[in-house]
């Protein structure tokens, strides 16, 4: 047996690079070196043990020289030593060295200093021979009556029931008078591992006392309490009422171990509400971060079942009282779940509550933090409205105080919940177009101006609001024509600053025939007219005419609607004219040397084809202006709707427990151990969990996916023959290979040595073995991971044969390469995450597609398969056959690292209908390990292998 397949009671940190010394050496130091010597000695003895050396000359060396020293340290060292030398002979019998541990440990129970004896008393209940515990059990039955408490509550669980006819109950009789809390907690759980019945009456006469007692003797109540009523339901009534009251006790771990088993016992509305509202005081009043995440899950829990969401969703108000926590994680995750739980009874509140606290975060001193909290809030209250529609003219004033935020993300999503209300909801459009042009003078970014053109420009329909979009456009835009006044203003600067004596500026005349200006435009200083710019000017002399575009289109679509709405020709001339003034300044200014970067070919183009439509007023791009635009955002959202709704069906139908007419009836009396999987008894699993033992969903036949993780290490004509098993759990990996001797020739010494590459570390050297001739035997090696990179395990067995003077013999084993799709899990973003994502990651990997697949979905759907990531684009957009494809995958690691993919891939149709797919698969990661793992995955997977 391995030291991981052990019970560890102790853990010693070894520190790596010291070498390892020799016997004779620590021999020498046992026998004839002082106090600290010893010591030191005793330690790197410890050392050598755990990792497997035999050291059977040292055992009487220190029980001569080392056993009677009085030395605290010393004393303390032997307990961990004689925990783990070996005391019995390869047959199984005691050695007979350990009879005068015995009668040293004897003697050390009757010392007087309470911590040797403390000590020697925990120490004993870690053994397990009944012979050497035997002789020493009338002086621990006499420690039971130590005055001091550490001696008693480790007496009390070194009471070892099989050793002593009557440990029930007297431990019985000692709980009943003991007063000390450790004492009571230790004595309890040895009569419950004793005889569970006498501790359930003991429970049953003071269960009115159970709040009186102490946090550590509680807890082992809850878990009694859990177990009895798990194994027998019957029990519930008698017990559920203490479970309640434990529910108020002063100890936050016995309020959630209390709040969990009343879930389990029962379903009953009561118990739920109970329950979650110790989980949400819980949360609040917890510091700890991870422990409110961890309690926030066990609330996400209770919502998945159906029966008591409807619980929940009267306490959502208390929930929301989690925002107050500063985590970003934890009010995300509260959001969410609120979200989840909103209903048409408390979409009000919930919508009151949450704009407070928007307007709360616009109060607090700018921190990234603050700003995707203001973000998630708006996302939050964006779905609340588009699910709640009365709720939207409530909201929608708040937020859109938020368009001037220095913050574009928040207001991008502001603007995009904006652009959604004002189009699904008729009632509101006066409404948003009203706040828009309040707000519209004080947007700071250049994308969001974009937008908030764009809406204006669509949804103004009255005279009254068109003319004052041209007046707030006039009033952004500043002085026109524009370079005529830039020109000035400059000139005007320059004077008084430079004290320039000479007459004007000096003027060059460009090969158009134009005037441009040199020394104004050669100046970088801000000047202070720079900073009173107003904001469209300002983007303009940045360089910046998408928007110019942008604006070109809004100032179209309002002329032709003016034009449409008022009779007076005068009147349309009037504004159509201004219009394309407007548009012709900017062009101008494009063309200039004034901007920091002049207007792209694209931008004038567009801003060209503008000035014709409002030159010519045909119906046909009077229509495409102000109808077909609008139906397009409508077709948009409509699909994005139906993509929502979709989603959300999938998730309630998951959730639903359906149950059909001629399922069979399951009777608890009547249902095999392995059946009950609804029933597990949840401390086992966690403890199960602790130990890396996790039962994991396999394959449906278990053997045939073990199978699929065995690799061959060795040849079947090497003369040792080795394979292994690789189980992957979370962080570790344990290696079980088995090992086997085909010669006739007995094998000495035979070790498995192992090395590794990447992310990897051996936590342990294996135990060399003794192989018979045809014989076999499992050895465990246990590896950490600390990332997720491509791993390589690779190594050697040496050995001796018996009998033979030759050196050592080696096998050299196969790599073991560690598949990185244990660690990679789906996952998911927003497109704007995913962009901001790819533009931040350094590391970029390509692989180009070399497969045999010939249809663009069949291989996408093979790529999902292979890495583990999920498809971001949505199905409506892959849907259909045009020859070409691209999507977005998106995963993340258990270490929290993210990985992203872009896949775009063709058919060449004019190769036939079986030609394969081509084009490339883009991977970014921020470690190049993770960029490098996924494209080595992708081009050992491309090729999809034919059954």
């Known amino acids: ?45 410890i050392i050598m043990i755990l990792n497997g050396e035999k050291l059977p000359g040292l055992l009487m060396t220190i029980i001569r020289f080392v056993l009677p020293l009085q030395d605290h340290t010393i004393k303390k060292l032997l307990l961990v030593f004689w925990e783990i030398v070996p005391k019995t002979t390869p047959d199984g019998r005691l050695l007979h060295e350990m009879i005068l541990v015995c009668d040293a440990y004897r003697k050390d129970l009757q010392h007087p200093n309470e911590f040797i004896r403390g000590s020697t008393l925990r120490f004993l209940c870690k053994l397990k021979e009944a012979e050497l515990l035997e002789p020493l059990m009338p002086a621990i039955r006499a420690c039971l009556e130590h ?10 669980l070194a ?20 007063k000390d809390a450790s004492c009571k ?13 006498r501790a359930l009456d003991y429970l049953s006469t003071c269960i009115d006392q159970v709040q009186t007692f102490g946090d550590i003797l509680q807890l082992v109540i809850v878990e009694l309490i859990y177990k009895v009523c798990h194994a027998n339901p019957s029990e519930r009534a008698r017990f559920i009422r203490c479970i309640y009251n434990l529910l108020q006790s002063s100890s936050p771990a016995v309020k959630y171990e209390a709040a969990g088993t009343l879930v389990t016992l029962s379903s009953a509305p009561t118990a739920i509400k109970a329950a979650a509202q110790c989980y949400i005081d819980l949360i609040i009043k917890e510091s700890d971060n991870n422990v409110k995440l961890i309690v926030l899950d066990r609330l996400v829990e209770l919502k998945e079942h159906p029966a008591h969401e409807r619980v929940l969703q009267d306490l959502v108000m208390d929930i929301l009282r989690v925002l107050s926590t500063p985590d970003l994680e934890v009010r995300k995750k509260t959001l969410q779940l609120a979200l989840d739980l909103v209903s048409s009874r408390n979409v009000e509140e919930l919508v009151i509550v949450l704009k407070k606290e928007v307007i709360k975060t616009n109060n607090v001193s700018e921190h990234e933090d603050t700003d995707k909290y203001r973000q998630l809030l708006v996302r939050t209250l964006h779905s609340c409205s588009v699910r ?16 001037s935020d220095s913050n574009e993300a928040a207001a991008a999503d502001v603007l995009e919940f904006v652009r959604e209300a004002i189009q699904r909801f008729d009632n509101l459009r006066m409404l948003i177009v009203e706040k828009m042009l309040e707000v519209f003078h004080a947007i700071k970014s250049v994308k969001i101006y974009r937008g908030a053109l764009w809406i204006l420009g669509e949804y103004c329909s009255t005279k009254e609001d068109i003319q004052s979009v041209m007046t707030e456009v006039r009033r952004s835009l500043g002085e026109i024509p524009i370079v005529e006044s830039e020109i000035k203003k400059e000139a005007g600067e320059l004077k008084p600053e430079e004290e320039i004596t000479v007459g004007p500026v000096q003027k060059l005349v460009t090969e158009m025939g134009t005037y441009a ?7 970088s200083r801000p000047t202070k007219k720079e900073e009173d710019r107003p904001p469209l000017r300002g983007f303009l002399l940045d360089g910046d005419f998408f928007v110019a575009a942008s604006l070109a289109t809004t100032l179209t679509k309002i002329a032709l609607r003016y034009v449409a709405l008022v009779q007076e020709k005068k009147k349309q001339n009037s504004f159509v004219a201004e219009a394309m003034l407007l548009m012709a300044t900017i ?14 070919d694209d931008d004038v183009d567009r801003i060209s ?14 229509d495409i202006f102000n109808k077909e635009c609008r139906q397009s955002l409508s077709q948009m959202l409509s699909a994005k709707l139906e993509e929502e709704k979709l989603s959300q069906k999938k998730e309630s139908e998951k959730r639903n427990v359906t149950v059909q007419p001629d399922d069979p009836i399951s009777f608890m009396q009547l249902t095999a151990k392995n059946e009950m999987n609804c029933k597990e008894d949840q401390f086992q699993l966690s403890l199960l969990a602790a130990m890396g033992n996790t039962q994991r969903k396999e394959a449906a036949d278990p053997l045939a996916s073990k199978l699929n993780k065995v690799t061959q290490l060795t040849g079947f004509s090497d003369p040792v023959y080795a394979e292994a098993y690789v189980h992957v759990n979370q962080y570790d990996i344990v290696l079980d290979v088995l090992v086997v001797n085909q010669t006739s020739d007995t094998l000495q010494n035979c070790t498995l040595e192992l090395a590794t590459l990447g992310d990897l570390k051996l936590v342990e050297k294996p135990s060399p073995l003794t192989l018979a001739p045809h014989d076999f035997a499992n050895i465990k090696a246990n590896v950490k991971v600390a990332s997720t990179e491509n791993g390589i395990i690779f190594g050697n067995i040496v050995y001796d044969v018996s009998g033979a003077a030759s050196d050592r013999n080696c096998v050299v084993l196969s790599d073991i390469h560690i598949d990185i799709m244990d660690y990679i899990q789906p996952a998911t973003c927003t497109d704007a995450e995913f962009r901001q994502m790819w533009a931040e990651f350094e590391w970029e990997n390509k692989v180009t597609v070399n497969t045999n697949v010939t249809d663009l979905n069949d291989y996408l759907q093979h790529i999902l398969k292979s890495t583990n990531m999920k498809c971001l684009t949505p199905e409506k957009a892959l849907s259909g056959y045009c020859g070409f494809m691209a999507a977005n995958l998106y995963a993340r690691s258990i270490f929290g690292e993210d990985a992203l993919a872009n896949v775009s891939i063709e058919k060449p149709v004019h190769q036939g209908p079986d030609a394969a797919v081509t084009g490339h698969i883009r991977i970014r990661a921020k470690s190049q390990g993770m960029a490098l793992s996924l494209g080595d995955k992708i081009n050992l997977s491309q090729k999809k292998t034919s059954l």
Do not use: W
């Open 609 to 622: 084809l503008c000035l014709k439509v409002l030159s010519e007023c045909s119906p046909l791009m009077n």
């Open 147 to 156: 005055r001091h408490s550490y001696v008693r509550r480790n007496a009390v």
């Open 159 to 178: 009471n070892f029931e099989n050793l002593i006819p009557d440990a029930p109950e007297l431990i019985h009789d000692f709980l009943v008078n003991e």
């Open 388 to 403: 709640f529609p009365d709720m939207a003219a409530n909201v929608i004033p708040v937020l859109m105080e938020f368009l």
């Open 587 to 600: 062009l101008h200014l494009g063309k200039s040397s004034l901007p920091k970067k002049p207007i792209t």
């Open 185 to 197: 907690r230790n004595a309890f759980m040895m009569l419950i591992h004793a005889d569970q019945d």
């Open 1 to 45: 047996m391995t030291a991981a397949e052990n019970v560890c009671y102790t853990l010693i940190n070894v520190p790596m690079d010291s070498e390892p010394p020799s016997e004779i050496s620590l021999k020498n130091d046992l026998e004839k070196g002082d106090v600290k010597s010893k010591t030191e000695a005793l330690k790197k003895v």
């Open 517 to 523: 200006t040199q020394s104004a435009l050669s100046s």
